[in-house]
């Protein structure tokens, strides 16, 4: 594999895990929460596993837009100015009600009810993204209806499927690879993630 590629194997790692957690297997229904890269992989690796239908959110239309190229059966754009509620409600009536499992990639309260509320009865929802240390859940309902909250820790022993993964060519992560800079401009490359440019912003040691 390329440099670049290599450099994508730590974060393919965390999406083996992530759906090892979520137990995804053939015809799976899956939500992923967050169309970052981390989301992404997830939705890569979900492919990989068998996954049937693949449905993503996030705030953002642009990476909506990458994860519909990349592979996701449906892409929701999540409206910040409307409640928690009403966007679960959005989200539930596009997907066509709820999933066998959920992935939530950010981290983001509102994004961690949404996961928990449309994984379906008995389901599994797998908390990847990091926020505050403290949020809300709806806890009775996900709890009366016997839906796993599961969290991970990055990676285990995910590394070598990881990276044979995407050494085989079995799963392209070129698409996620948006900006080169040389070492010299490095200061340019943190500009760029700041502004919230791209998806993976490489820093080149040479030319």
Do not use: W
């Amino acid at each position: 594999m390329s440099d670049e590629e290599g450099s994508l194997v730590e974060p393919m790692a965390v999406a083996v895990h992530s759906c090892r957690r979520a137990v995804i297997t053939i015809g799976d229904s899956v939500l992923i929460c967050g169309s970052g890269p981390i989301g992404l992989v997830n939705l890569l690796v979900a492919k990989q596993f068998g996954a049937k239908k693949i449905y993503i959110t996030d705030i953002n239309a642009a990476r909506l837009k990458v994860a519909e190229e990349m592979g996701a059966d449906k892409a929701i754009l999540i409206d910040t100015k409307l409640s928690d509620e009403q966007n679960i409600e959005r989200v539930k009536k596009a997907i066509g009600g709820r999933v066998n499992a959920a992935i939530e990639c950010t981290g983001v309260q509102s994004s961690i009810k949404l996961a928990m509320l449309l994984t379906q009865s008995g389901g599994r929802a797998v908390l990847v993204g990091l926020g505050p240390a403290e949020v809300t859940i709806p806890i009775s309902e996900t709890a009366l209806r016997e839906v796993d909250i599961r969290g991970i820790f990055r990676y285990t022993n995910c590394f070598p499927l990881a990276a044979k993964l995407i050494g085989s060519g079995e799963l392209n992560v070129k698409p996620l690879i948006t900006h080169h800079f040389k070492l010299k401009e490095v200061t340019k490359a943190f500009e760029a993630f700041d502004r919230g440019e791209g998806m993976k912003i490489m820093v080149h040691l040479h030319d």
